[in-house]
């Protein structure tokens, strides 16, 4: 599992981190009760405190992508897979809710959009 964060970024670290995984389990990068690095060596290999990384564990558990056993680690949860994979098309249906907003308050007309995206989905079938 390869986690790149951005010293740089406005996002949070903890928040990258977490984010970085739910990607990697969403992809199937990562295996239902896989385990994850400790949060030493999380913290290490990234060169972050081990409050970033035990803040992005807890709010992976909250979320239920991993859980974690005492004295053993933290493992990857599949069991909600499918909602986390609902969670995020939810998530992004919205945000691109908002970015029509803006573009139709910036004056790009629909067809202007309709062809942005048959570029980039082709000739795929609306329920494919």
């Given amino acids: 599992m390869k986690i790149n964060i951005s ?8 928040e990258q981190i977490k984010d970085s995984i739910i990607k990697s389990i969403l992809n199937g990068e990562l295996k239902s009760n896989e385990a994850l690095p ?3 060596q999380l913290a290490k290999d990234l060169n972050v405190s081990m409050i970033t990384t035990k803040r992005a564990y807890f709010e992976l558990e909250l979320a ?5 056993v005492s004295g053993k680690g933290t493992f990857v949860r599949l069991e909600s897979l499918d909602k986390a994979r609902e969670s995020k098309k939810m998530q992004m249906l919205d945000a691109l809710s908002q970015t029509f907003s803006e573009m139709k308050s910036a004056g790009i007309k629909k067809y202007e959009i309709e062809q942005k995206l048959n570029e980039t989905y082709g000739g795929e079938e609306q329920n494919g």
């Fill in 64 to 68: 239920g992508f991993v859980y974690t």
């Fill in 38 to 40: 400790s949060v030493r």
């Fill in 7 to 14: 010293y740089d970024s406005d996002k949070p670290m903890y």
